[in-house]
């Protein structure tokens, strides 16, 4: 079984050992850290990983599991234990092999597991909501990303834009990893809100996750698309609820937020 098996897809929490690795320096020691301890915790290799000189070595033992394939995708970009250590994602431990040889091991720390709290990448995220019965709730979303590290929520607070802002927020949606979509009565009378939902459904790059508050229920014309999208429903009007659905929000974008 390789990382692209199907099978590890179904491993718990998203499977980061297919996507694209990164090219910035600081940021290739995070995602080995964290694609370390995703292996790990999934049991595809142990939580240590043995380490030489400073580096990294490349087991070749039939116990190493998927931890070769792996570590020999990254090439020459794969960062030192060195590094690794000095940003507290690995502790240096001595132990021994199978052969019985003393080696040394790098043991991946609780700051290393932390990072599995968020996504691989940070993800790009538009809001769509009518300013007249979703403002508020609009600026709780923008700022709950933003706690995350979502530093920029496209949220356009202006809903009579000209043709050129029309197909820029066009653009931006249709390149957005999630659409969250506020819904409350009334929401869908607005032809920008549904030509907004339109081309995020249009697009399959983009997950659409609607929020439905206020009382909302799905008018006879509700997207069909979105029938198939389990809704975060806001019961009723309490700080508790509209806690409870930020976290499930986030939970949905990757971030394990407490409940």
Known sequence: MGVNDPMVSDLILHNPLHDDLPTDPVKRIH?????????????????RVEMRGGRFVIPRTARAG??????????????????????????????????????????????AFALLNQPVATPQVAISYAPATSSALALLVVARLQLVGVAHPLLDMNHNPGDELHAEREKDIRHSDYMVALLAPGTLDSDYVVAELLWALESEAVNVIPVWHDGFAPPHDYPPALTARNAIRISDETTAAYHGAMVRLLNRMGYAPRG
């Open 31 to 47: 995602r080995l850290a964290r694609d370390l301890a995703w292996g790990a915790l999934n049991n595809l290799w142990e939580a």
């Open 66 to 111: 998927l931890l070769p394939e792996y570590l020999g995708r990254w090439g020459d970009t794969l960062p030192s234990a060195m590094l690794l250590s000095a940003f507290g994602y690995i502790d240096e431990q001595q132990g021994v092999s199978p052969s019985g040889a003393k080696v040394t091991f790098g043991a991946l720390t609780q700051a």
